[in-house]
């Protein structure tokens, strides 16, 4: 490989590093989310632990989705029906 060859190449490798330079350089999470939402979410969970506790099926049924899944049953499908044990 002759030195005109070498040099194309390093400019090809620079000329992909310089491309790539303005997409690294951007922020991984521009907007953190506001000390409310932080506090709303951590009422909601609240709530919900509360609620399970007190096998209050009332309010799982208002804060819960009709389509709620819990992630933590293996192999069944446990349903807002049955979680909120109606």
């Not at 190449?9 to 409310?36: G, H, Y």
């Not at 007190?54 to 389509?67: C, E, M, N, P």
């Not at 992630?71 to 499908?77: G, K, L």
Request: proline fraction near 8%.
């Amino acid at each position: 490989m002759n030195r005109e060859q070498k040099l194309g190449i390093l400019f090809v490798i620079l000329a992909c590093c310089a491309a790539a330079l303005p997409a690294s350089t951007e922020p991984k999470n521009p907007e953190r989310p506001s000390p409310d939402a932080k506090q709303q979410v951590l009422d909601f969970e609240n709530e919900w632990v509360t609620a399970e506790i007190k096998h209050d099926t009332a309010t799982l049924r208002r804060i819960l989705d009709d389509k709620f899944v819990p992630a933590s049953v293996p192999r069944n499908h446990m349903t807002k029906k049955v979680s909120s044990r109606e």
